[in-house]
């Protein structure tokens, strides 16, 4: 393939969120070298956010011009586009809720906001890679710096054992879908996801050995959205790190992750739809029962809405399923609605757990409700939000992934993915009735009122759960035009 | 300003306002009382258009909420005679809750009172739906404030019960939006009036096997919700449980959903469904009147036993509305409203009971009508309504309701009686171990009822006595929309049976060629 040098000044421009992160991020190490070392290193946090937000600028800017760059390897689109800002705002709220996690447990440190920088690079590069080169690469800058965010409080053990186990088995999910990727290039000759598309359309590759390169990729891509049967990692790994670490695990990869998942798998395997249908089926089951049914179970809060997060993938994988344009926007409304939800819920049980975590179990929520009335309703938004109640972005988005499931004649699936979500309910509860309708225990009692920047970010999240429950009809719009690209 | 939108949006008003008041004040109670009132004031405003034909929706609002690529979601309400006197009872009902509330929940009033109103604008909004999602947003919207007041308040077991209500209603509706999203899929659009007259036009056919399930799947959310014998478990436990306003509203107002939405959806949406069905409803409808009465015969609390007498009241509603006749289904809509009032009364007098005594076994009383003879009176007044006796409210209610299962099917109306019979049985021998008698140390000082305990009594039974006495006052609308609805009914089950004969015949031709 002749190598295609022309890089113009619009390919910049749309590459330009990644490269503000990443400038963003190598400042934040610059400057915190240089800052003496008894100054506080929250600056380095508004820094980091500051940075964000210019990404976000430019986000919208690259979406202006959208259209592919540097040949090929990336595309912006409507899709790109609505992920990329879902990363940015989920980095956002997360290291809004990390400044005042890290100064109690006294870890206040300029890496901590850089790994954040460069884990969102990743996952912007993952949003709009159209290249399974560059989705190699965004999958990695991605997951490395994950994976020192799980362990980075390097003295506490439960953290120490998240990071080996999301490293190892993370490296191993890679390794499949490198495997994968291998195969694709030695049937087709090419990376890119347009001409694997062509390619498979023309039917002159064989299509057993193109759907076992399929089935590779799938393994690899299960394991980053923790889908059954490769999900043991993510409740060890999310009760395991640090709350808001695991708030920005649970989402934002994870969003990155279902959009290259989603635009591999819908653009480039269209053709071979009739082969991995019925697997993403069973494996959109079996992930809405392994996890709601393993949460029954937990006592520990983080552990929950580990397993919960497992049974949300389940949801989006029902999406996935429904292999349509209306699943697409379905998935990425709900993404981005989990997203808020599910930070939201883990900043608050961050504020409970106090100095070392100490507090994660569901008692340890007693009484909340009167301690803090402000704090426990908006937790009560997040879990009423995940169980799906109405007027919740979490409602609707479930709502629009049923609907595109039965338009795509799934109506055992949308039977079952419903009552899953009744028994769901159960669990959730807990936490209500632990807010809710205890006395209230030693955990709560000498309960430090939130800080500020905990505030905001809980507030945000709440503002924007019920905004997409109430008013979904503008991103559900963007989200239905933008998907009309994966075909 | 739409009349009907100002009663239902005046307590999601209030509720924002009571939020921004002090906890430990009196202004709490002030706004939720004033809320509730003006409410009922702007609902009274209801009758006059829906009163003159009842078979219409009137006060109707429609407005385009989700505007997406394929999916149009329209906020679309209206009140019919089906809906108006169910509206009515809510808004009556919520002010009442409200008084109670300040003797009868002992901490975080605020709170309590924000749920309330919370919950009015829930349960108005399910009333008045006329779009399939709308009703299944305000279906959750009702049930999530009532849980937590359920499970906020009350008893030491209030929480699992609460959660063991909550998980009940919320699986039987996931069916339920199955469901809608399913029939969403046939129709083209959620809204229930633009369904029908696609229906009635012809322009989509719902198979009758297609009916069946949809009828199954709005049935379970349905069946919880009444409830229908054999789902009603959740609910001994909640009534009980709960603390008594949130039993008020929950046995008064909120089991109205079930059956409104069996009426209302069940019977023209899956009418051939609803016809299928009907013979096995009917057997647990009446099993649920005789155990319901059976149960409450042996229960040694007062509470308990209203609760399970509850079970056994709202078997005759859907007896009623699966007996398919017009005087069943007038008189099952008639007792929904008696229902709320008569065991709307009696939840409120345990109330003052447990007030008074401190528990709720009819062992710790006996002989409170010699110290406390206004409560005696007032409880004698509910009861009566409660069972039956004419003159009374729920008597008209339950004769119609008998009258139209003997005219479908003489048996149901017979095994349907005995109900009757038994719940006269359970209500004196309870009234006659609490009140009668001899009185013992702790009964024998109890205060009878004070002007404020008076005051959400007599609407209730000043409602009673003239619900019993003049039927004509309410009965107009209620007919033209039950009329109304069984005309669809038979209409679309005709309709179904003409498009299935043909085929059928064909297929007889081709037998007899052979």
Redesign the interface.
């Known amino acids: 393939m002749p190598i295609n040098i022309d890089v113009s000044s619009t390919d910049y421009l749309r590459f330009l969120p990644e490269t503000l992160l990443t400038v963003f991020g190598i400042i934040v190490m610059m400057v915190e070298a240089a800052l003496p070392a008894a100054s506080k290193r929250t600056s380095l946090g508004v820094l980091s956010l500051i940075g964000i937000a210019a990404a976000f600028a430019a986000n919208i800017a690259a979406n202006e011009s959208s259209g592919p760059a540097f040949s090929n390897m990336i595309m912006v689109d409507g899709y790109g586009t609505f992920f990329r800002a879902v990363v940015l705002v989920v980095g956002f709220l997360c290291i809004l809720a990390s400044l005042g996690y890290l100064e109690r447990e006294q870890s206040q440190k300029g890496e901590y906001y850089a790994l954040m920088l460069f884990s969102m690079v990743g996952q912007c590069i993952l949003a709009t890679s159209s290249d399974l080169i560059m989705v190699f690469i965004g999958l990695e800058i991605s997951s490395i710096a994950t994976y020192i965010l799980a362990g980075f409080l390097r003295d506490d053990r439960r953290n120490n054992e998240a990071a080996l186990k999301y490293f190892l088995l993370g490296s191993f999910a890679t390794a499949f879908l490198l495997y994968g990727i291998a195969w694709i290039y030695g049937l087709i000759g090419s990376t890119n996801l347009i001409e694997i598309r062509r390619a498979l359309d023309q039917g002159t590759q064989p299509g057993v050995l193109a759907g076992l390169a399929a089935a590779l990729m799938f393994v690899g891509f299960a394991f980053k959205v923790s889908a059954v049967p490769f999900q043991m990692w993510a409740p060890d790994v999310y009760q395991g790190a640090a709350a808001p670490v695991s708030a920005f695990m649970s989402t934002g990869p994870k969003a990155a992750a279902f959009a290259i998942f989603f635009r591999v798998f819908l653009v480039s395997f269209r053709p071979l739809n009739a082969r991995w249908i019925w697997l993403v089926w069973g494996c959109a089951l079996a992930t809405m029962i392994v996890g709601n049914f393993a949460a029954l179970l937990q006592t520990n809060v983080k552990r929950l809405l580990g397993y919960s997060s497992i049974a949300h993938a389940g949801y989006v994988l029902v999406a996935l399923t429904a292999s349509s344009q209306?699943g697409v926007a379905a998935a990425m409304f709900y993404l981005a609605a989990y997203a808020l939800m599910n930070i939201g819920a883990f900043a608050v049980i961050s504020h409970i757990a106090q100095r070392h975590e100490q507090y994660v179990r569901i008692e340890d929520l007693a009484g909340l409700?009167?301690r803090e009335?402000v704090t426990a309703a908006l937790l009560a938004i997040f879990v009423?939000s995940l169980?799906g109640?109405?007027?919740t972005g979490g409602?609707f988005g479930k709502?629009?992934i049923?609907?595109a499931a039965?338009?795509s004649h799934l109506?055992w699936l949308?039977?079952l993915g419903?009552?899953n979500?009744?028994?769901a309910?159960?669990y959730y509860?807990?936490i209500?009735?632990a807010i809710?309708?205890?006395e209230p225990g030693t955990a709560t009692a000498q309960l430090p009122p939130p800080s500020m920047s905990l505030r905001i970010a809980i507030w945000a999240s709440a503002i924007g759960v019920l905004f997409l429950g109430i008013f979904?009809?503008a991103v559900?719009?963007f989200a239905?035009?933008s998907a009309a690209a994966l075909r | 300003m739409n009349l009907l939108l100002a009663t239902l949006l005046l307590p999601l008003i209030g509720f924002f306002v009571l939020l921004l008041t002090p906890r430990d004040s009196k202004a709490p109670f002030g706004v939720a009382l004033l809320t509730t009132l003006v409410t009922f004031i702007a609902s009274l405003g209801l009758i006059a258009p829906a009163a003159e034909n009842g078979a219409q929706f009137r006060s109707a609002y429609d407005a385009l909420w989700v505007d997406a690529p394929g999916l149009q979601i329209h906020f679309h309400v209206g009140v019919d005679g089906l809906s108006l006197w169910l509206v009515l009872l809510t808004t009556l009902l919520l002010p009442i809750a409200v008084w109670v509330s300040q003797t009868m929940i002992t901490e975080r009033h605020k709170s309590f009172y924000a749920f309330l109103l919370l919950f009015e604008f829930g349960i108005i909004g399910v009333f008045t739906a006329l779009d399939l999602f709308v009703f299944y947003v305000f279906w959750e919207v009702a049930l999530v404030p009532m849980y937590l007041m359920v499970g906020g308040w009350g008893g030491r077991r209030s929480g699992p019960a609460a959660v063991k209500f909550f998980v009940y209603t919320f699986l039987g509706s996931a069916f339920m939006l199955s469901a809608i999203l399913y029939l969403r899929s046939q129709a083209g659009t959620f809204d229930y009036l633009e369904i029908m007259s696609r229906l009635n036009a012809g322009q989509f056919v719902l198979s009758p096997t297609q009916q069946l399930w949809i009828f199954l799947g709005f049935f379970a959310a349905f069946a919880v919700k009444v409830p229908i014998f054999p789902f009603h478990t959740w609910l001994p436990n909640a009534y009980t449980e709960a603390a008594t306003p949130a039993t008020f509203v929950l046995a008064a107002a909120m089991s109205k959903m079930g059956t409104y939405g069996l009426i209302r959806y069940c019977l023209t949406l899956t009418s051939a469904g609803a016809h299928r069905c009907a013979s096995w409803v009917v057997v647990l409808a009446i099993i649920g009147i005789i155990y319901g009465a059976l149960i409450a015969l042996i229960q040694p609390n007062i509470k308990r036993l209203i609760a399970y007498s509850s079970v056994s009241h709202l078997g005759f509603v859907v007896l009623g509305i699966f007996s398919f006749s017009h005087q069943g289904a007038d008189g099952a809509v008639y007792q929904m409203i008696a229902h709320g009032l008569s065991t709307g009364a009696l939840f409120l007098l345990v109330g003052y009971l447990e007030q008074r005594r401190g528990s709720l076994e009819i062992g710790d009383f006996g002989g409170v009508a010699t110290p406390a003879p206004g409560l005696a009176t007032a409880f004698m007044i509910a009861l009566l309504a409660a069972i039956g006796l004419p003159l009374l409210c729920n008597f008209i209610g339950e004769f119609l309701v008998l009258q139209g299962a003997a005219l479908t099917r003489f048996s149901w109306a017979a095994w349907a009686a005995v109900g009757v019979i038994l719940s006269a049985a359970y209500m004196f021998w309870m009234y006659q171990r609490t009140f009668l008698g001899k009185t013992n140390e702790r009964t024998a000082s109890f205060v009878d009822l004070s002007t404020r305990d008076w005051v959400p009594l007599l609407p209730l039974i000043v409602l009673m006595v003239w619900l019993g006495v003049y039927t004509q006052s309410f009965m107009p609308p209620i007919t033209s929309a039950t009329s109304h609805i069984l005309d669809q009914t038979n209409m679309n089950n005709q309709y179904q049976v003409k498009l299935v004969l043909p085929a059928a015949g064909k297929l007889t031709e081709l037998a007899h060629a052979h």
């Open positions: 209306v409700g009167r009335p009423f169980i109640i109405p007027l409602f709502f629009y049923f609907q039965l338009n109506i949308t039977v419903l009552m979500s009744g028994i309910a159960y509860l807990k209500i009735v809710y309708m205890q979904p009809g559900l719009n239905n035009f």
